[in-house]
């Protein structure tokens, strides 16, 4: 008796642990993507973006250099819900609101002191090899931005 609900027991936290994880395997952009500058307009000019599964959600990190030439850093952990979260090292926002629209797609709305600023649009090509990103709205120096940005899967 002992035996068969320990056996349960394992089996049932296996299926919960493989199906998170497949759920969050689902999530196409995961992975590390570098800009290509010749593609894209506007932005960086330099720039690479990690998407990684944590226990937490999936984390974003991103390593580039600005138009200043200014190196920078940033990042955020989102279940991508759709709900706030910090965001690190963002001249133009402190809030992140990731929403996954389907497995290659997603929207986030950036927000910078309670107010929306940029929303950028998120999306993997289906060979999977191409992640585009298309930002509109106001920079923190009050600039409109308008913003595509080509990146390669590495």
């Not at 010749?38 to 937490?56: R, Y």
């Not at 965001?87 to 997603?106: L, T, V």
């Amino acid at each position: 008796m002992r035996k068969n609900l320990l056996m349960v027991s394992l089996a049932a936290c296996c299926a919960v642990i493989l199906s998170a994880s497949a759920a969050l395997a689902a999530d196409n952009w995961l992975g590390t993507w570098k800009l290509n500058a010749a593609k894209s307009k506007g932005g960086p000019k330099v720039q690479m973006l990690k998407f990684e599964a944590t226990k937490d959600g999936i984390k974003l990190t991103s390593d580039g250099v600005n138009s200043d030439g200014k190196a920078t850093h940033g990042w955020y952990v989102s279940k991508f819900d759709g709900k706030d979260v910090p965001w690190e090292g963002n001249p133009d926002a402190d809030m992140a609101s990731p929403k996954k629209i389907d497995d290659n797609n997603y929207e986030n709305t950036w927000k910078k002191g309670g107010k929306v600023s940029i929303v950028a649009k998120v999306g993997v090509s289906k060979d999977g090899k191409t992640l585009t990103v298309t930002q509109t709205g106001t920079d923190s120096k009050g600039q409109p931005v308008d913003i595509l940005s080509v990146y390669e899967r590495q």
